[in-house]
């Protein structure tokens, strides 16, 4: 090809091979009407298909949460570090896992779910497993409102850290989308990858403080557990709603390893990305 | 004028896996044949996936003047989707490059991501979302949308009660009243019943002639393309094989499916499928009281019996109007050695007047042959009646 660089700028649009796509980031800002629309669609017919859409939401915390505290609390007789309720304690760990492993899921299904849109118009790719995130963060309100319930029931007033939620909301945020990204990826290129990430996901809880406190963990293992993301963020929202004391040092190894993920997260997309509508 | 597309060197390859029965690749047999290959030192070659390259395009050149109306034409597997995909940025090429100047909207299907759940209301702001236009700019049109597909009173229904004409409608309505500067359109006139055919039709003329937008349209219907073009690109297995003005690219695409033979070399086979109508071999259309027989050639090296023929007929949805089998009518086919020819003949007065393809299969021995695995179309007409088949009733006062 005898083009000269110059010569490209009068065109709005070149395509080529392989052609890293400057245009990316700010076609993702164009496109992100499609983005609100999309979650707003996932949202609504997630609520509209079955009654028990909201419901559910609050019944399965609500369950795992009552079988954890006497599992653990009553049965195992593990420690409660802080002053809250058992049952409040295991509630804070249970939303940000809830959120993170429906996000997970959701979000690793999300591009052969939509493989009709994939096939058939050019947008930003990475729009879809975002929308999809979020209406996961729908059902997070959702149990969000029980454990206000829940305070209310056993009059525990939340300590004022509680304003720095929203930084931790973001971090299990981030987490899932990292990670859901590269899923979601595979799961294109091989099909049968989703039948292990319930696996991954049920896994995840047995090394995930859900139903007890991370300070049960041997000092020895501390930063070995710390790897696990969701440690640091189920720390922070009980360092935020109940006061209960954090481990600075390993958090900061979590947020680490949350950017390490997003950033191998959005890599394996943007490169699988072109090759979506081939493979699906 | 100015150019507003430029495409250069424009190839795309595709990996065919001839060993894998699924489409897609399976982590379990990556890691099956990683493992087997690490086990068996001795025949590991055995083991190795037979992959072969297709090329669906290769190495295309052309360019697109602002306000030019092109039709591309081609038999199925000519490369016409390959080439909307990559102008739509929906895959990319392997080589070569495109440059575009302007707004690209395609519509490669008739209501993409439209949900059953959702209201007609809904699904058009959905709808419209996912083909590129703005709130605000759905918002202007909304009226005109709901007019265009004449659903008012349904709108807030959710799309899954509708029929399937509104369905269609509202899906067609919401694409005609995109605004970019080039719009790629696959055969998604093919949709609806013939009313509502001619009212979409008229829609694009008036996008494509009156509002000078630069318009791709892929179309098996010729009339359609007739109407609206005034350009033709005649793709011919993934090479441009034509391009330039309307009626001598027909010419040069009728060339191209008149020519039904299949030979095998190999086996020693030569198989052929000829349209009969009124004397005259595969005419560009007939109409729907004309008596329809189809002439089979077929060139055998050897005696076989026991064979088997069938003759389909499927409309441009894809459904198979008409599936004429030898064994349906338990007669034998017997081939000699040398020439042999079977005529199949069908009542007139079936097909509606619309676009149907036909293909046909021969079973011979133990070997299949696909004749024209590539559809070839054919064009019925007639009076515009609805309904999916031709029909001729007698009324009397009783």
Redesign the interface.
């Known amino acids: ?1 005898k ?1 000269t660089k110059s010569n ?1 700028e ?9 052609r890293a796509d400057k245009h990316y980031w700010k076609d993702l800002w164009r496109y992100r ?2 983005f609100y ?2 979650s707003w ?1 996932d949202i ?2 997630r609520y ?2 079955t009654v028990l859409g909201a419901a559910w939401s609050i019944i399965r915390p609500l369950l795992t949460t009552i079988i954890f505290t006497i599992v653990f609390s009553k049965i195992a007789k593990l420690d409660n570090p802080g002053n809250a309720p058992y049952a409040l304690m295991v509630f804070a760990g249970m939303l940000p896992w809830q959120f993170f492993s429906n996000a997970l899921s959701e979000s690793s299904n999300s591009l052969i779910g939509n493989a ?8 930003p790719r990475l729009i879809i497993p975002a929308s999809s995130v979020i209406t996961s963060l729908v059902d997070f309100a959702i149990s969000f409102l029980i454990l206000i319930v829940m305070m209310f029931w056993y009059h525990y007033i939340p300590s004022w850290h509680i304003v720095f939620l929203p930084v931790f909301i973001i971090l299990a945020f981030l987490c899932a989308f990292g990670v859901g990204l590269y899923l979601t990826a595979v799961n294109v ?5 989703r039948y ?1 990430i319930p696996f991954i996901i049920q896994f995840g809880l047995y090394i995930t403080p859900v139903g007890f406190s991370s300070s049960v963990i041997g000092e020895k293992w501390k930063s070995l557990y710390a790897l696990n993301p969701m440690v640091g963020i189920i720390d922070g929202f009980r360092w935020c709603i109940l006061g209960n004391p954090m481990n600075w040092n390993s958090f900061i190894f979590s947020v680490l390893v949350i950017l390490v993920f997003l950033i191998i997260g959005v890599t394996y997309f943007r490169k699988m990305e ?2 979506f ?3 699906i | 004028m100015s150019k507003i597309i ?1 495409v ?2 424009l190839s795309k390859s ?1 990996i065919i896996n001839h060993e894998g029965k ?1 489409s ?5 047999d ?1 890691i099956a044949h990683k493992t087997k290959k690490i086990f068996s030192f001795s025949n590991w070659k055995s083991t190795e996936n037979t992959k072969e390259e297709f090329w669906a395009l290769k190495d295309i050149d052309f360019d697109i003047e602002q306000g030019d109306r092109v039709g591309i034409i081609g038999r199925n597997g000519a490369g016409k989707s390959t080439l909307l ?20 909207a ?1 519509l ?2 008739v209501g ?2 439209f ?1 059953p ?2 209201s007609g209301r ?1 699904n058009i ?2 709808n419209g ?4 236009m ?2 605000a700019e759905i918002k202007t049109h909304f009226d005109a949308i709901v007019d265009f597909a004449e659903v008012e009173k349904f709108l807030d229904t959710p799309v899954k009660r509708y029929s399937s004409g509104m369905y269609v409608r509202l899906a067609f309505a919401v694409a005609a009243h995109l605004e970019p500067e080039i719009l790629i359109v696959d055969e998604v006139l093919a949709v609806g019943d013939a009313q509502f055919q001619k009212k979409c039709l008229g829609k694009m003329e008036d996008v494509s002639k009156n509002e000078g937008r630069t318009v791709l349209f892929v179309s098996h219907n010729m009339g359609a393309i007739q109407r609206l073009c005034n350009n033709v690109i005649v793709m011919n297995k993934g090479v441009i094989g034509f391009q330039g003005e309307v009626t001598s690219g027909f010419n040069y695409y009728d060339s191209l499916i008149r020519d039904h033979k299949l030979t095998n070399n190999s086996s020693g086979f030569a198989l052929k499928i000829d349209l009969n109508v009124k004397g005259q071999l595969n005419p560009k259309f007939l109409h729907s009281d004309d008596d329809i027989e189809f002439i089979i050639d077929i060139e055998s090296p050897n005696d076989y019996t026991e064979n088997f023929i069938n003759v389909c007929i499927d409309n441009s949805v894809g459904d198979r109007v008409i599936h004429l089998r030898n064994d349906f009518e338990h007669f034998p086919i017997d081939i000699k050695k040398g020439k042999n020819q079977f005529k199949i003949s069908i009542a007139k007065n079936l097909l509606a007047p619309s676009i149907y393809y036909y293909w046909c299969r021969v079973v011979i021995g133990n070997q299949q042959f696909i004749i024209d695995s590539d559809l070839i179309s054919l064009e019925v007409k007639g009076e515009v009646i609805s309904g999916l088949i031709a029909h001729k009733s007698t009324w009397e006062i009783a």
Not at chain 2, 129 to 132: E, N, V
Request: aromatic share 10%; no cysteine.
């Open positions: 090809m083009t490209n009068d065109w709005d649009l070149v395509l080529e091979s392989g009407e499609l629309i999309l669609r609504k017919v509209k298909q009709n849109l994939i096939t058939k118009v050019y947008f290129k091989y099909r049968d990858f292990i072109k090759s509508a081939d493979n | 430029e250069r060197g595709y699924e897609y690749t399976a982590l379990r990556v995909k990559i102008l739509s940025r929906i895959t990319e090429p392997t080589k070569g490059n495109i440059k575009i100047k302007g707004r690209v395609s490669l299907e993409t991501g949900h759940e959702l809904e702001f959905l979302a996912i083909l590129g703005s709130r």
